[in-house]
């Protein structure tokens, strides 16, 4: 993305997280490994793909409502902010939040993809350094997909949200490769996959729901690949340790709950951010909308064994503990099916059945 699409200034091109001490981990032991992962690793080779081909890009979008949402799909519906705004400065809402979620996605993605590497040399075990391998690729190519989609369709980009970059500073710096897993995989991702499912099910604009089921159908194993290493490491832990990774969890999803509230687009169009956050912490779809954030992330933890004290209190806190007994295989499998149905679609249309 060059930082002539960005609507605010960039404090700094590159961003440099210092060493974080991490040990690289050969191993010599090239044993058969876990059939499940070796099974992911397979369906992560056979399900690669390239988004050049893939995604009808030829497709042009509304920048007035690039998701083809409706209204009450907009934070401050229903404010006496949004009913006092005409509709050209409506249409610039609609647009620039899209710009700000498309932007966060694609960060997120870079800080997946160094997140990913980094496991790749720090995991102890064959299997997953494997697996990880394949979700490298998978991750340089979401990379590719929303930058490319800022670039031709919005032309208009945000920089990294400061808590967003504060919990990946947490999880690229700490040592324990684990921890990177928890904060990448299981949490910015966690939140990022419930995004992407309102789009892919919610939206009417055809390329943007097309781009996030098919990134989903990646996810999917990504969040399997989490559950399987870190269900089979966790119980070596000692509860110390294990309260410290609840601890660091409930942290990081109060601060994406409470922090990401795209502050960066109402200061960016002169709208009154306090005023936007005394309407949003009271309004009832917001909150509704928080909680779905959580569908995925509950029920990982839970199935992990972080389901201490601390973490089932702060869910009931959150009122999230509904999504803990959601059933992540069926999803992924859905989120599978749903992908080929996207190119079942696609093909029907290049052949004028559709
Ligand atoms: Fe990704
Ligand atoms: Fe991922």
């Given at each position: 993305m060059s930082t002539r699409a960005y609507t605010l200034p960039l404090e700094q091109t590159q961003w440099h997280v210092p060493g974080c001490g991490a040990e690289t981990i050969f191993n010599w032991e090239y044993d058969e490994g876990r059939d499940k992962l070796l099974h992911l690793y397979e369906k992560g080779k056979n399900n690669q793909w390239n988004a050049t081909t893939r995604i009808d890009w030829s497709q042009s979008i509304d920048l007035d409502n690039p998701m083809g949402f409706p209204d009450e799909f907009v934070p401050i519906f229903g404010s006496t902010i949004w009913d006092k705004l005409d509709e050209k400065r409506?249409?610039?809402?609609?647009?620039?939040?899209?710009?700000w979620r498309f932007s966060q996605f694609l960060h997120g993605e870079q800080g997946a993809l160094i997140c990913t590497a980094k496991i790749v040399q720090t995991v102890p075990d064959m299997d997953s350094k494997f697996y990880a391998a394949t979700q490298v690729i998978d991750e340089a190519?979401?990379?590719?997909?929303?930058?490319?989609?800022?670039?031709?369709?919005?032309?208009?980009?945000?920089?990294?949200?400061v808590h967003l970059q504060t919990l990946l500073n947490q999880g690229i710096s700490d040592s324990r490769w684990d921890m990177t897993y928890l904060a990448m995989q299981v949490i910015i991702e966690g939140l990022a996959l419930a995004a992407f499912n309102t789009i892919r099910d919610l939206a009417k604009d055809p390329l943007g729901r097309a781009i996030n089921a098919y990134v989903m159908q990646d996810e999917a194993r990504h969040v399997a690949f989490g559950r399987l290493a870190l269900r089979d490491y966790y119980p070596h832990l000692s509860d110390?340790?294990?309260?410290?990774?609840?601890?660091?969890?409930?942290?990081?999803?109060?601060?994406?709950?409470?922090?990401?509230?795209?502050?960066?687009?109402?200061?960016?169009?002169?709208?009154?951010?306090?005023?936007?956050?005394?309407?949003?912490?009271?309004?009832?779809?917001?909150?509704?909308?928080?909680?779905?954030?959580?569908?995925?992330?509950?029920?990982?933890?839970?199935?992990?064994?972080?389901?201490?004290?601390?973490?089932?209190?702060?869910?009931?806190?959150?009122?999230?503990?509904?999504f803990a007994d959601v059933d992540l295989d069926a999803l992924a499998k859905s989120d599978d099916e749903v992908a080929l149905e996207f190119d079942r679609l696609m093909k029907e249309r290049d052949n004028g059945v559709a």
């Open positions: 409506r249409n610039e809402v609609r647009y620039h939040m899209e710009a190519r979401h990379v590719e997909v929303y930058s490319r989609y800022l670039h031709e369709k919005l032309q208009m980009a945000y920089p990294i949200n110390k340790e294990r309260d410290e990774r609840e601890e660091f969890c409930v942290e990081a999803c109060y601060l994406m709950r409470d922090r990401f509230l795209a502050e960066e687009v109402w200061e960016r169009l002169g709208i009154d951010w306090q005023e936007v956050l005394t309407f949003l912490q009271n309004s009832e779809i917001m909150v509704q909308f928080q909680s779905r954030l959580f569908t995925r992330i509950v029920p990982a933890l839970k199935d992990i064994g972080l389901w201490g004290p601390r973490i089932q209190k702060a869910f009931t806190d959150m009122n999230v503990m509904e």
